[in-house]
Structure formats: C-alpha cells, structure tokens
RNA sequence: GUGGAUGUAGUUCAGUUGGUUAGAAUGCUAGAUUGUGAUUCUGGAGGUCGCGGGUUCGAGCCCCGUCAUUCACCCCA
C-alpha cells in the first residue's frame, strides 16, 4: 500500500508541538483582549473577487485557488480551452479562493458590516492563512497569523499601542532579543522624490528592504539594473546610511526632506509616536527606526512595522502597519483608516524552539495517573480519579490491568508528573500512594490529603 | 517560476575502488523481578536500499528519468 504523505508545505500538529502552540496562541490572545480587542473569525475561502488585486501580481499568482463544483468546464468558451493558456481560464473554472491574509477579509468585513459597527472598531483575528509558494525555512503554504486592527481613527495612539502589544507579547512568550523596526511610507515616498525614482518607487522600496540582508554594493547593483542613476543612489545612500539616535535621525531627515511634503509628514507621524511612547511610560528599548525599513505589501500608507528576533535565521515573525485606502478597494465610500499588526505563530515557534525558549511546563498533560495492580484496585481508582477531577486536578488512569512498569512508563512519556499507586492494601487503609515521578519520592496519603497537596491549598 | 543538495530499519545515520546473507545506535516487544519506572542483564520482531529504466557476470554504490524532502533566489509571516 503507498504510504500516506501531506501536501507540499503543511503539517500535522502532535500533542507535544500543539501545546508549545497553544502556549503561543494563548500568550497572544491574552496581549489583544487586554487591549481591548474583539475577536473576529472570516470564512477560511473568500470569493476570487475579494481576494485578487490587493496583494499585487505577486500575491495574486499565490493565491490558492478553488475548482468550482459540478462540471466546471461546461460553459468555457472552446476557442479559450484551445489556447491551453490556463490564465485564461481560471476566471471561468474557479470563483473562489482560500485566504492569503487575515486585513483583507477584515477589510471586506468591515465594508460588509459597516451599519452595525462602533468605531473606531478593534479586532483580532487568528486564523490559517495559505500561500501557494515554494516551502523553505520558516516558510509554509499553510501558516497561522494573529492579526489585531484598528479601523476608523488617525490617532497614533493606534500606533503607539501596536508597540505596546508587541513588547507586552514577547514578554510573556519570553523573548528578550528582539528589535521592533518602524519607519513611515512618507519616509520612503520622500526618499523616493529625492531620487527620483517617479515610477519606479516599488522597485526602489523592495531593494533598500534588503539592504541589511544582502548589503549596500547588491542593493546598488539591483538599482542600476532598474535604471537608477549614480547622483540618486549617492543621495540614497547618504541617507538610509545615516547613523544616530532616533533623535538625530529625526533631525536629519526634516533637514533633507524640507521641501517633501510626504517626507515632513512621515517625519511628524514618526516623531509623535515617540512622544507618545512616553507617555506611556514605557522605554524605546527594543525600538529602532530603521529609515530602510520597507516591507512588500502595497497597501501601507503610514507608518510600518517588522519585527525580528535577533540571532536566529528566520524572516521577521510579526509585521504591520496603517492603510488608508482598504475598504475603498471594496467600494466604501467613506475613507476608512486601518493599522494593524500580525504575528507570524509558526515563525515565532521555529524561533523559540530554536532559542531554547519553551517553559518546560508546557508539555504537562494530565498532572496525576492512577495505577494499579489489579482489577479491584482499578475499579477503585475510578472512584478517586471522579474526585479528583471534581476539585479541577487534570487526571487519567491506565485503562487496562496491566503491570505497574508498564504504567509507571506511560507516565513518564506523557511527562504527568505524579502517580497514584492503588492495590489491596491502600485499599484497605484508605491510604493511597502518591509518588513523584520525577525524583521517585513516594508517600501515603488520604485522598483529602492528595488533593490539597495537588492544588497547593 | 529558477537553481543546488539529499532519499538505506519506526527514528538518527554507517555502508570501502561496484563483489556472497545490508549494519550500528536508539526506539518497539518479550522475559531475569507475582507491589514500583526513566539508569542493569538476556532474547525477539522490524529493510521491495524512494520509484522506473539502463550499464555490468554482478548495482545500496555508476548513468538517465521520475517522485519526495530540503536549502537558496523571487516574494513574504
């Protein structure tokens, strides 16, 4: 018989991995419901309508696509079929597609549902998302992201909060090195005019993205390979070199971009943010303005984010950033502005896992088994483990009457910490034996003694 | 979509210039012990060497194809 295999880029989930994900997940949700968002979940596929266009061409040719039901080629028009070109076709055969990200189905959501919404509106989202790309490293076709968004105000308290959220994240996931990148599109819009990339600002952002990647001499390459003069990359390279404080950063900038008005604009965004980073009373640690800073996704406007985890190869594990203009993609006439934030689960995993970062608690299962040795002590044990679970202690007994090493094994590849050992005499003393399957201490106990043993009281 | 690497026991891997019956560790399983494990000792099961073809007297090893996994590029969480 062929062995069973899973697609290209996806993966099963033991109980050993779920629980370090579930830790993840839990951390995460926590940070967002104490920052007072709500949780949204959108169907797992959208229509191909909803989807296609928002993420470039790129981003369309990733989408995962959906047959249609029934005999889809019926109503395909032959002379179509015969060009064997499938691009053609794939609007007649295929009319739904699975979600690439969590902003735009909220987006659609959010132009759908506009009647019964408050803004400004705080949601989050943490779902599956699936890209049609070649699986490597910290790269899957299916993949969890946990999104939170604020649509409906300009306020840079938003901005300010995603800050928040990411530190008081990381802190309870354990990570202390990491660096939080932030820079405007204003920023880069002004870079843009100074060298005057007019139609080729894409091209320029995606390279400076790089620049920390593959180094200044490829970035100017790529950049002359685009059609970049010498005078603009000099002047664009006075300027993302530029070293300093934020401060001095700040200052530099409003110099350079005096007569940018996009530029002055993503200098005062970026510099009331800092502001209020202090009120807050929080310190910048861990927060850099990076004037590099790009990120792909065309939909930005203001400010951006991206997140890494320092000494571990991995991509970032959590980006975002304002978008002005997403629900007038949807035909909302009203001008709604969103910025958000996503963390990347299965980046962040592979990362602590790497670091050593898991707490070793969140392998525990059940934190008792009851043995025995015989058919009446089990039956016994029934009755003990009904207690137990009544007073919430998370407790399983061997089902079958098999012998004690047997049992004391299934134990410790379930990492529960304690066995209750039941056989004719605890039985006849009321007595049971409690042992501690790690340091192998044992002692008798009533069950009432057991219990506030267990539960600490 | 483009390029590289790797496919041998459940798992991690050895396997000589091509030579007889393909090994180890670990795990699994049964027993030295009829009330005590992770750390003793002894036995047992488990492999169409990814798949298909070719070269050869002979292929796990060489050649071609194919599939799978993986890394990088593009792009991205």
């Known amino acids: 018989m062929e062995k069973p295999t899973l697609p290209k880029g996806t993966r099963d989930f033991g109980p050993a991995v779920m629980a370090k994900r ?53 109503d395909v028009d032959q002379s179509k079929l015969n060009t064997k070109d499938s691009k053609l076709i794939t609007s007649d055969i295929s009319e739904k597609g699975l979600r690439y990200d969590l902003t735009v189905p909220f987006a659609r959501y959010v132009v759908m549902n506009r009647h019964e919404i408050t803004l400004p509106f705080k949601r989050y989202q943490i779902q599956p998302v699936w890209r049609a790309d070649r699986p490597q490293k910290g790269r899957y076709r299916e993949f969890y992201q946990c999104d939170a968004d604020v649509v409906g105000t300009d306020s840079l308290i938003c901005e300010a909060e995603i800050v928040l959220m990411i530190k008081s994240a990381f802190k309870s996931l354990g990570i202390t090195d990491y660096t939080i990148k932030i820079n405007h599109r204003g920023i880069l819009a002004g870079i843009a005019e100074l060298v005057a990339a007019n139609e080729k600002e894409s091209s320029l952002f995606v390279a400076i993205d790089k620049l920390d990647k593959i180094g200044e001499e490829k970035v100017k390459e790529e950049l002359r390979i685009r059609g970049f003069g010498e005078k603009g990359l000099t002047t664009l390279f006075e300027i993302i070199n530029f070293k300093g404080t934020t401060q001095e950063k700040v200052e530099f900038l409003t110099f350079r971009f005096a007569t940018s008005e996009k530029g002055q604009k993503g200098i005062a965004d970026l510099k009331q943010v800092f502001v209020l980073l202090k009120s807050y009373n929080t310190t910048e640690d861990h927060v850099e303005f990076d004037i590099s800073l790009a990120r792909g996704l065309s939909y930005y406007t203001g400010c951006i984010f991206e997140v890494k985890i320092n000494n571990v190869v991995i991509g970032s594990v ?140």
Request: aromatic letters at 10%.
């Open 318 to 457: 959590s980006g975002g950033g304002r978008y002005d203009n997403l629900t007038q993609a949807f035909g909302s006439k009203e001008k709604l502005s969103g910025v958000g934030i996503s963390f990347g689960v299965d980046r962040l995993y592979d990362a602590m896992e790497e670091l050593k970062l898991f707490p070793q608690e969140v392998n525990a299962s059940s934190t008792v088994l009851i043995s025995h040795f015989d058919e009446p002590s089990m039956n016994y044990g029934l009755g003990v483990l009904q207690t137990l679970r009544d007073k919430g202690i998370a407790s399983e007994i061997y089902p079958d009457s098999v012998k004690i090493q047997k049992q004391f094994d299934y134990a410790n590849k379930k990492m529960i910490p304690y066995v209750i050992v039941i056989g004719s005499e605890e039985i006849k003393s009321q007595q049971l034996t409690i042992k501690n399957m790690k340091t192998g201490e044992q002692e008798k106990k009533s069950i009432s003694e057991i219990i506030s043993f267990l539960t600490g009281n």
């Open 22 to 74: 579930q830790f993840i997940l839990n951390s995460i949700r926590g940070v967002f419901q104490l920052h007072g968002f709500q949780p949204l979940e959108t169907p797992t596929m959208e229509n191909l309508s909803t989807l296609t266009g928002k993420y470039g061409d790129e981003g369309d040719q990733l989408l995962f696509k959906i047959l249609n039901s029934g005999d889809y080629l019926k």
